[in-house]
């Protein structure tokens, strides 16, 4: 397309000022060198272009303060956004630290709940356990007192039966004989 462009009238303008920059574009081994021999002799020696008009020198200083501007207030736009990235991520960063330990102390209360539970079952186990154990001592109790009255009642018969078998029955007036010397009726426990 390039060379296609050299064979109109702007091709020899382009060829007899700039050779040396369409060689550069070709895409051979010898480009470079080939640009070095094109280039024309006044822009070889001053190593620049030719010398622009004025108006066309200022509009080219305007377009390079405006592309200064650009770049400045791009860096300084870059500067901003990465300020903001670093404000977002430590505020992200603080946001899921105290998620973290909303969920850590969340989880210690659920755990607690579960052992004051635990330990409030164990308790009423314990408690329950011993009204059981309660009631069954009492009810060995109550049976060993009944055994034993049961004992003292036959042991007193017993002695009652002896006296009546050794000696005449006197009239103790409703006292029984095995506890005349005492003076007192045994009664049940």
Known sequence: MLLGMLQGPMGQLVASRAGDLVAKTLDSPIAKDLATRLTPPDIAQQGQSP???PQAMQQFQQMDGMIQQLQQALAEAQDQIQSEQI??????QTEQAKIQADWAKANLDAET??????MNNETELIKIQATLNAKEADAQ?????????????????????????????????????????????????
């Open 51 to 53: 010398e622009m008009p």
């Open 87 to 92: 404000k977002a991520q430590t505020q992200m």
């Open 113 to 118: 709940r579960v052992q004051i539970a635990q």
């Open 141 to 189: 109790i109550a049976q060993q007192m009944e055994e034993l009255n049961s004992a003292y009642v036959d042991l007193a018969n017993l002695v009652m039966s002896r006296e009546t078998d050794e000696e005449p029955q006197e009239d103790l007036g409703g006292v029984d004989p095995a506890l005349a010397d005492v003076g007192a009726q045994p009664q049940p426990i």
